[in-house]
Structures are given as C-alpha cells and as structure tokens.
C-alpha cells in the first residue's frame, strides 16, 4: 500500500552538525519528494540553521538542551501523518526512507526501526556497539521487546504514537522511552535494515559512551518502576529477603544448639529486613494497579487517532 495523500514529516534534531545537515536534508527531501523537512536546531554554535535553511529544510529552534527535549517539542509542535525521525549527522540511508514509510501503511504499523548494518568499521565506535547490545538486552528481558536496535536513531512513527507518547527523557535515553512506550502500549512494531555509516569529516559524535551509558540504565531503571512496580519492588524485596536470611541462620543455628539469642542486634536487623521485604512488595502490588490504570489511560489517548491505513482511506490521493 503507497504512503501517496499521506501527510509526511521528517523530523531532524540537531546540534552543530553544519558538516552533515545538507547531505541530509537533500537526500531526504528527494527520497521523499512530498515531505516536509522539519530541522530543529538545538542551541548549535556552528552554521547548522543556515545551511540547513538554504538545502530547502523549515528551520525551528529549541533552546533546551538535550536530544530528549527536541524529540519532546518536535512531537509537541509538528502535525502530520506519519513521522520520520532521523539524525542529523549523515550516518542513516535516507533513500531507504519510503520502503519505512510504506511498510508502516502497509502492515498497519505504529514504529518501524531502521535496524543499522554497518558498512564501514569506523561507523560504530566500540563501546557504542558494546553498550547498544546490553541495554538492548537488558530492555528485550526487562518489557519483552521484540527490537534488535533499540538505541537506532532512525525511525518512523504512526501519527496515533507521536500524539500519545508521554516524554521525559533530556538526553540519549530518549530512544529507549520510544521503545519501551510501544512495548507496554502493545503497538505493532516492527524493524527493517538499513545501511549505516561513519560520519562526514568535520561532524563528530555527540554521544559519550559512560555517561549517557549510564543515563540510559538509570531511564531502563526508572521505567521499570513506573511500568513494571511489581517486578522492580518483589526484586527488592528479594535482595532484602536474601539478606536477612544470609544474616540469620548463625543466629538461628546458634538458637538451636543453646537455646540463646546472643546477637540481638543481628536478630532485630533480620527482623527488620523482614518486615521491609514484605512492605516493598505491598507497595508493588499497589502501584502495578496504579500502572495498570494509567496505561489504560494512555491506551485510550492512543486509540482517539486513526490507523495509518484507516487515515490512508480517509485520505486518498488526490
């Protein structure tokens, strides 16, 4: 099924990248000829937003810092059909652009990732690589995501999942948001390959591998309490379980072979752990039904917009 009487956007979050953001611009532009080009540039101190301006794309500005707070104000601000997400640094395919497009009308999709093949060995630094696939595995246990390439900063999205995406992410952990938002809402998903390769000379990464490595567990971390309370609290109380037992059982084998409790600092912080155990896992039971619901209400937000096929129909090619 063609994306033709669709309203495309293709949304462009930058941040000095006056070496790369002309090759992207052009080349999305002639992939996708009835596109609009958004680039929203994110306080650059380079000529991004002139060059930028000049290859043809609408210009915008962002003053908080933070790729997380450009994709916010970008979903906010652009109304469309159907959304390309891309970065500005030259790195993606941009003429696999419209078999993206076309498989998300197509299959009735709300997020296909553009799953990265690399072609030069330059293009993924080590530690990205590494990085990619831990948290990648660790989200695919975690909310039973079906991604390979969940930190892929090359994605099309179903208008329905860009007006219902609740974001708080600032920095690079807004991938893993994305991901995690179309795992729990249960949206039709889906990857497709696309080359990827090293950046242009003079345009350099913005991505530090610990920090925003780190930036990215504390997100999985965080979601998994918003969204998955019971799991994250009964894990706590395991651990805390774990301990008193670990603790205990000299006090309880000393107990059984005199009849005496010695330690009664040990017995009482057992106790305690105990106790704590059991609150924690309380306070899961009561914060999943708190998660249920609002998923319920995100799920109601989420189906207030049609389908890309259903909008496809209402919309035919003029």
């Given at each position: 099924m063609s994306s033709?009487?669709?309203?495309?956007?293709?949304?462009?979050?930058?941040?000095?990248?006056?070496?790369?953001?002309?090759?992207?611009?052009?080349?999305?532009?002639?992939?996708?000829?009835?596109?609009?080009?958004?680039?929203?540039?994110?306080?650059?101190?380079?000529?991004?937003?002139?060059?930028?301006?000049?290859?043809?794309?609408?210009?915008?500005?962002?003053?908080?810092?933070?790729?997380?707070?450009?994709?916010?104000?970008?979903?906010?601000?652009?109304?469309?059909?159907?959304?390309?997400?891309?970065?500005?640094?030259?790195?993606?395919?941009?003429?696999?652009?419209?078999?993206?497009?076309?498989?998300l009308v197509a299959e009735n999709l709300d997020m296909v990732v553009g799953r990265r093949i690399e072609t030069h060995q330059a293009a993924y630094r080590a530690g990205h690589r590494l990085g990619n696939a831990v948290l990648t595995g660790l989200v695919r246990w975690l909310f039973a995501a079906n991604i390979v390439d969940m930190l892929s900063g090359y994605r099309v999205f179903s208008r329905r999942f860009v007006k219902s995406f609740p974001s708080f992410s600032r920095e690079f952990e807004i991938e893993t948001e994305l991901t995690v938002h179309a795992m729990q809402m249960k949206m039709p998903v889906d990857e497709v390959d696309t080359n990827y390769k090293e950046r242009?000379?003079?345009?350099?990464?913005?991505?530090?591998?610990?920090?925003?490595?780190?930036?990215?567990?504390?997100?999985?971390?965080?979601?998994?309490?918003?969204?998955?309370?019971?799991?994250?609290?009964?894990?706590?109380?395991?651990?805390?379980t774990a301990t008193a037992v670990i603790l205990g059982v000299p006090v309880i084998s000393t107990y059984a072979n005199t009849g005496l409790v010695p330690r009664f600092p040990t017995a009482i912080l057992c106790t305690g752990l105990i106790l704590?155990?059991?609150?924690?896992?309380?306070?899961?039971?009561?914060?999943?039904?708190?998660s249920h619901v609002r998923r319920e209400a995100k799920r109601l937000a989420y189906l207030e917009y049609p389908s890309p096929r259903a909008t496809k129909r209402a919309r035919p090619a003029q």
């Open positions: 033709s009487g669709l309203e495309i956007a293709v949304l462009v979050p930058c941040f000095n990248e006056e070496a790369a953001i002309k090759k992207v611009v052009e080349d999305f532009r002639a992939a996708l000829p009835t596109a609009t080009v958004y680039v929203y540039d994110n306080n650059s101190t380079d000529r991004t937003s002139e060059v930028a301006a000049a290859a043809g794309a609408e210009v915008r500005k962002e003053s908080r810092r933070g790729k997380g707070n450009v994709v916010r104000r970008m979903f906010n601000d652009i109304e469309a059909d159907i959304y390309v997400m891309v970065d500005g640094d030259d790195t993606y395919d941009a003429a696999r652009a419209p078999e993206l497009v076309d498989r242009p000379p003079g345009s350099t990464s913005k991505l530090r591998t610990f920090r925003d490595g780190w930036r990215i567990l504390l997100t999985i971390t965080n979601l998994m309490r918003n969204e998955r309370p019971l799991l994250f609290f009964s894990l706590i109380g395991l651990a805390l704590m155990a059991f609150i924690s896992v309380a306070t899961g039971l009561i914060l999943d039904l708190v």
